[in-house]
């Protein structure tokens, strides 16, 4: 399953890297796995996390 989660407005990089880190931290402690993660023109982050099937688990 394909997951996306967006981080809003942050114009300040470093802010905005350490939310993606946060997040991503997160997410892998629950078995998600970040696929992509893509700037957007307003100092947004869309991140692109992937859940492993059952049988990728193993």
Not at 20 to 26: L, Y
Not at 32 to 52: E, H, K, M, Q
């Amino acid at each position: 399953m394909i997951e996306t989660e967006v981080i809003a407005y942050t114009p300040d990089s470093r802010k905005r890297a350490k939310r993606i880190e946060e997040i991503a931290n997160a997410r892998e402690a629950k078995g998600d796995v970040l696929v992509s993660a893509l700037a957007t023109p307003n100092c947004g982050v869309i991140l692109v996390f992937r859940t492993p099937t059952d049988s990728e688990r193993k």
